[in-house]
């Protein structure tokens, strides 16, 4: 009786850590000045991830939407995929989407110890 008993409140357990946060889930936007729709679109959307293929042509993540090289975003074509950047040509231009716009790339030079 005690081992069923053990079983059925480690399931309990294991259902109630369960429902817990996905710790890979981006943080909520908590910026108080972004109160319209489409701020709050604008803050979600962008590049996410770019991927690789051995075979077939590479792709990107953007705005929740796989799309491959010389496929479209709205009305933007993704015309080069590079490391860590896409580029998109449409109607308003050319744009740039980094996956991490905030960070900026430097060289490190080794240091003489």
């Given at each position: 009786m005690a081992g069923r008993l053990?079983?059925?409140?480690?399931?309990?357990?294991?259902?109630?850590?369960?429902?817990?946060?996905d710790p890979t889930r981006p943080?909520?936007?908590?910026?108080?000045t972004a109160a319209s729709g489409a701020?709050?679109?604008?803050?979600?959307?962008?590049?996410?991830s770019i991927i690789r293929?051995?075979?077939?042509?590479?792709?990107?993540?953007i705005d929740g939407a796989l799309v491959e090289l010389g496929g479209k975003v709205g009305e933007a074509?993704?015309?080069r995929i590079g490391e860590d950047f896409v580029v998109l040509r449409g109607p308003q231009g050319?744009?740039?989407?980094?996956?991490t716009p905030g960070i900026e790339k430097k060289a490190v030079r080794k240091g003489k110890k």
């Open positions: 053990m079983l059925f409140l480690s399931l309990c357990c294991a259902w109630a850590l369960a429902q817990g946060a943080p909520l936007d908590t910026n108080p701020a709050t679109a604008e803050a979600g959307s962008g590049l996410q293929r051995k075979t077939g042509r590479p792709a990107a993540l074509r993704l015309i050319v744009e740039t989407l980094y996956l």
